[in-house]
C-alpha cells in the first residue's frame, strides 16, 4: 500500500507528524492511505493511528507497579488530509491493518476497542525497546 503525492511516497507503516488539528505535533502510523479521495472525501486522506500521550521516563530505583503506569500511552484513530502530515524517515512495523480499519470510526463502540488493541500493541512495542524514536516526545 503506498501513496505518492506530489513530493513524498507515503507508505503504510509509515511514521508521521500530525501538522494541524487537536492532534498536531504527535506522532503517527500510516495504516491505509488515500491518495485521490473519494465522495466522502474529496482530497487526499490517510487513516492514522498515533500517540496522544508518550510514554513517560523509567528509572531503575522506581518499582514495578510505577513503571507499568508511567509506560501506558493513549492513542487516536483519525482520517487526516494529507497536506497535513509530515512523513519522516522512519517505519513502525507494526501490524495495525486488523485492528484499525476505515469501519472503526463509523462505531463509538469499536474505536474505544481498537484503541484498547493498539495501545496494547504500542505498549508491547515500547517495553521490547523498539522504535524509541516514536515513544519519544517531540519538541517543536
Not at 63 to 79: G, L, P
Request: charged share 25%; aromatic share 8%; with cysteine.
Amino acid at each position: 500500500c503506498t501513496c505518492a503525492s506530489s513530493l513524498f511516497t507515503r507508505a503504510c507503516g509509515t511514521g508521521v507528524a500530525v501538522a494541524h488539528g487537536r492532534c498536531a505535533c504527535k506522532q503517527a502510523v500510516i495504516v491505509t492511505c488515500n491518495d485521490e479521495g473519494t465522495n466522502a472525501r474529496p482530497s487526499g486522506h490517510a487513516l492514522v493511528c498515533g500517540l496522544r500521550t508518550v510514554p513517560r521516563k523509567i528509572t531503575r530505583k522506581m518499582d514495578q507497579k510505577k513503571q507499568d503506569k508511567r509506560s501506558r500511552c493513549k492513542t487516536f484513530i483519525k482520517y487526516i488530509n494529507l497536506n497535513h502530515l509530515m512523513p519522516t524517515r522512519y517505519s513502525l512495523d507494526v501490524d495495525l491493518k486488523g485492528v484499525v480499519t476505515p469501519d472503526v470510526l463509523d462505531d463509538a463502540t469499536q474505536n474505544v476497542a481498537a484503541q484498547k488493541e493498539s495501545n496494547k500493541l504500542f505498549e508491547k512495542r515500547f517495553k521490547t525497546g523498539q522504535n524509541r524514536w516514536f515513544f519519544t516526545r517531540l519538541a517543536f
